[in-house]
Nanobody, 119 residues
Framework: QVQLVESGGGLVQAGGSLRLSCAAS????????MGWFRQAPGKEREFVAV????????RYTESVKGRFTISRDNAKNTVYLQMNNLKPEDTAVYYC????????????WGQGTQVTVSS
């Protein structure tokens, strides 16, 4: 069982920045991949970004490329999502996840953290 605890959400104006953190109960370098999904009101949960455990390579959904950066600190077993130039459409609950072999099929989820971007 992997425990994931998110923090860092909040309310920000459009154009602002936030950094989300996800602390894992396992070594982040030992995971297949860790990343973030988000779910806006009335919408399905969608993939945002992922970082692979062994290589550290990253992937992003198109709408956040150039604005969001996923990174990790293996010494702290923590994954981060730096979000810049936030837009109202980024408003959602952001969920950290850990995947075992398919980055779009999370095995473990965090509890979620709310991000609200005002216009």
């Amino acid at each position: 069982q992997v425990q994931l605890v998110e923090s860092g959400g909040g309310l920000v104006q459009a154009g602002g920045s936030l950094r989300l953190s996800c602390a894992a109960s396992v070594r982040t370098s030992d995971t297949y991949a860790m990343g973030w999904f988000r779910q806006a009101p009335g919408k399905e949960r969608e993939f945002v970004a992922v970082i692979f455990g062994s290589s550290g390579s990253t992937r992003y959904t198109e709408s956040v490329k150039g604005r969001f950066t996923i990174s990790r600190d293996n010494a702290k077993n923590t994954v981060y999502l730096q979000m810049n130039n936030l837009k109202p459409e980024d408003t959602a609950v952001y969920y950290c996840y850990s995947a075992a072999g398919d980055i779009l099929r999370p095995r473990y989820w965090g509890q979620g953290t709310q991000v609200t971007v005002s216009s």
